[in-house]
């Protein structure tokens, strides 16, 4: 499983629901949250650090780089990268690359778990000190997937710390560190096709019906 794509998903959903939300501080959320939220996913681009430990299950760390549609990533088995137009899919234990159209969500097959409307959860945001807690909760949760995501923002800098997920079982949270925004190299995003000369290559472009 590529965590990373359930990362991305969970801190989307919690900071663009949170500038939707409707209470006595909605302008001030807004404001905070479409600055965050440009922070991460903005033309600018952004990069972090993450590390994630599902108790025992599931334990990776690793870089993330984003930029509008683009984004590359790199762990200990998977990396990713994908320029906005194909997504090229790497697992270096089996020595494969997997070739998608870069919004086919078949690429990571426990994806499709993780789709919601924002409209389907319940915001809260709650000052804790020297940060911000935003709390997205799903109203009518499935057996499967999240529960409510909520992020940790450090109110100095608007940088995120860190983002707890709670699944049906289980609640992990992904520590977040290194963040930066701006100033992102396109060349980050070019699949390196000389490192993985000899793997195996299936190309799935066009699958997509």
Request: aromatic content about 14%; some cysteine.
């Given at each position: 499983?590529?965590?990373?794509?359930i990362i991305m998903f969970a801190f989307s959903v919690t900071l663009t629901g949170m500038a939707d939300t409707k209470t006595t501080s909605q302008v001030k959320a807004r404001e905070l949250f479409d600055k965050v939220f440009n922070m991460v996913f903005g033309p600018?681009?952004?990069?972090?650090?993450?590390s994630v430990n599902i108790i025992g299950l599931y334990k990776t760390q690793g870089h993330v780089v984003y930029k509008d549609k683009k984004i590359c990533y790199e762990e200990k088995r998977f990396c990713a990268y994908e320029d906005g137009k194909v997504a090229y899919?790497?697992?270096?234990?089996?020595?494969?690359?997997?070739i998608h159209d870069y919004d086919d969500e078949s690429k990571d097959k426990y994806l499709s778990m993780f789709k919601y409307d924002v409209d389907n959860f319940a915001y809260s945001y709650k000052d804790k000190g020297e940060y911000y807690e935003l709390t997205a909760k799903v109203k009518?949760?499935?057996f499967f997937g999240i529960r409510s995501v909520t992020a940790l923002i450090r109110k100095s800098n608007l940088h995120p710390v860190s983002l707890s997920i709670k699944l049906a079982f289980i609640t992990t949270t992904v520590q977040i560190s290194d963040f930066h925004s701006g100033n992102i190299d396109e060349s980050v995003f070019i699949f390196p096709k000389s490192r993985f000369t000899d793997y195996k290559y299936v190309d799935h472009r066009g699958e997509k019906k």
């Amino acid at each position: 499983m590529r965590i990373i794509y359930i990362i991305m998903f969970a801190f989307s959903v919690t900071l663009t629901g949170m500038a939707d939300t409707k209470t006595t501080s909605q302008v001030k959320a807004r404001e905070l949250f479409d600055k965050v939220f440009n922070m991460v996913f903005g033309p600018e681009g952004s990069s972090l650090s993450y590390s994630v430990n599902i108790i025992g299950l599931y334990k990776t760390q690793g870089h993330v780089v984003y930029k509008d549609k683009k984004i590359c990533y790199e762990e200990k088995r998977f990396c990713a990268y994908e320029d906005g137009k194909v997504a090229y899919m790497v697992d270096k234990e089996k020595k494969k690359v997997d070739i998608h159209d870069y919004d086919d969500e078949s690429k990571d097959k426990y994806l499709s778990m993780f789709k919601y409307d924002v409209d389907n959860f319940a915001y809260s945001y709650k000052d804790k000190g020297e940060y911000y807690e935003l709390t997205a909760k799903v109203k009518n949760s499935k057996f499967f997937g999240i529960r409510s995501v909520t992020a940790l923002i450090r109110k100095s800098n608007l940088h995120p710390v860190s983002l707890s997920i709670k699944l049906a079982f289980i609640t992990t949270t992904v520590q977040i560190s290194d963040f930066h925004s701006g100033n992102i190299d396109e060349s980050v995003f070019i699949f390196p096709k000389s490192r993985f000369t000899d793997y195996k290559y299936v190309d799935h472009r066009g699958e997509k019906k």
